[in-house]
């Protein structure tokens, strides 16, 4: 089988390098949308905002008669009703979600999938329950391995039918940092229906595809899971029949508020002489941000930008802000980051099958009127 892209579900279609955009590919472009990169501002992204990935449909969904069932490799098979899962104690994390093919569409040659530029991110506020005080209320057997994560949303990709379904090993579902949770409230409301309604998995730290939507089923398992989704899509793969390795945490990436206005067609931004506030986010899945380097000369020199003090928010986006002084012309402005692992980001493209990780730093092309 070929390496993952997204959201392609065409029967039989394989994901291959491409250069132009399809109309299949136009189609799902449409049903997924990105952040507006002017709603960096925020903090938290504010409703409708945040990005949105699909591979399927929306499944009909209502918390009246939705229930998790956890099973598998438990001492005590849980069915779980919406007003049980809320009896349970409940936490809220702000989290930075990232899909693991944002940058794809960079890529040269360019795999065929969900073209996204740098827009596929968002930050919001989830409630729910720890995945680890279900685990261990149903008691997990001593021989489990991994959790496997089964949504409600059902298609064929490349092939295959299926229900989205992701597993992570035990030792990340029964973590307390990153805590992942098992959520049913985003910004202080109940799930969005297009964010998982009723209850989705939310994975701090981690590329988007492993935070399932519309989750049902939690499967504790004694071997590795090798569904479509966990052994064929989300790996780093330079060859179809190269195994590669998973897709897990985000890459650093940090990214700037196009500065000024915009030029409707060409998407260049305008800015006039003078002082220029540029501003954005930097995150990471690994550790915590360390530094942001901003560049007003298409990446032949750096500048460190300020960098907003840590919080408690581990896993969610930190501002960072600098100014430049814009002189008449054309400018390339780029910004990148790296996190106290010292993990930063490309100057050349990681290239992949799937187009997965592409954190390479951004670029934006400003022409500085006259006055
Ligand atoms: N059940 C299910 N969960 C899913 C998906 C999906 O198609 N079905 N898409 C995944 C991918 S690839 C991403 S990037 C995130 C997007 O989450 P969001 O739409 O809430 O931003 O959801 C993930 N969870
Ligand atoms: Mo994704």
């Given at each position: 089988m070929d390496a993952g892209a997204e959201g392609i579900s065409a029967p039989g279609r394989i994901a291959e390098p491409a250069e132009g955009i399809s109309l299949e590919e136009l189609a799902l472009a449409a049903r997924n949308h990105g952040l507006p990169l002017e709603a960096l501002?925020?903090?938290?992204t504010p409703p409708g905002l945040h990005?949105?990935?699909v591979h399927y449909d929306i499944p009909a969904a209502r918390s009246e008669n939705w229930r998790l069932v956890v099973n598998g490799r438990?001492?005590?098979p849980l069915t779980l009703d919406m007003e049980t899962l809320r009896s349970f104690p409940a936490v809220t994390h702000r989290v930075t979600m990232e899909c693991a093919g944002n940058g794809r569409a960079r890529l040269v040659p360019r795999p065929v999938s969900q073209p996204w530029l740098v827009e596929a991110v968002g930050t919001a506020e989830w409630t729910g329950v720890p995945l680890r005080?279900?685990?261990a209320e149903a008691?997990?057997?001593?021989d489990a391995v991994e959790a496997v994560f089964g949504g409600a949303d059902h298609g064929i990709e490349r092939g295959v039918e299926q229900d989205y379904r992701r597993s992570l090993p035990l030792a990340v579902a029964r973590g307390s940092d990153p805590e992942v949770l098992v959520a049913y409230g985003m910004n202080g409301r109940p799930l969005p229906p297009q964010h998982g309604h009723p209850l989705r998995l939310v994975v701090p730290g981690w590329y988007g595809m492993a935070h399932v939507k519309w989750l049902r089923e939690i499967t504790l398992t004694d071997a590795p899971?090798?569904?479509f989704q966990q052994a064929v899509a989300y790996r780093y793969r330079q060859e179809a029949e190269d195994p590669g390795e998973p897709v897990t945490r985000i890459a650093p990436r940090a990214l700037m508020v196009p500065p000024g206005f915009p030029d409707f067609m060409s998407r260049v931004r305008?800015?006039?002489p003078g002082q220029v506030r540029l501003e954005g986010r930097a995150w990471s899945g690994y550790a915590p941000v360390a530094k942001v380097e901003a560049s007003t000369d298409g990446g032949q020199t750096w500048s460190e930008a300020e960098l907003a003090p840590p919080d408690e928010n581990t896993w969610a986006w930190r501002r960072w802000q600098t100014s430049w002084t814009a002189t008449p012309g054309s400018h390339v402005l780029s910004a990148r980051t790296t996190d106290a692992q010292g993990n930063t980001q490309p100057?050349?493209?990681p290239w992949n099958r799937g187009g997965f990780g592409n954190n390479l730093v951004q670029q934006i092309s400003v022409v500085c009127l006259r006055k």
């Open positions: 501002r925020y903090d938290v990005y949105v990935l438990v001492r005590t005080l279900l685990l008691g997990v057997e001593p899971f090798t569904g305008v800015v006039r100057l050349d493209q």
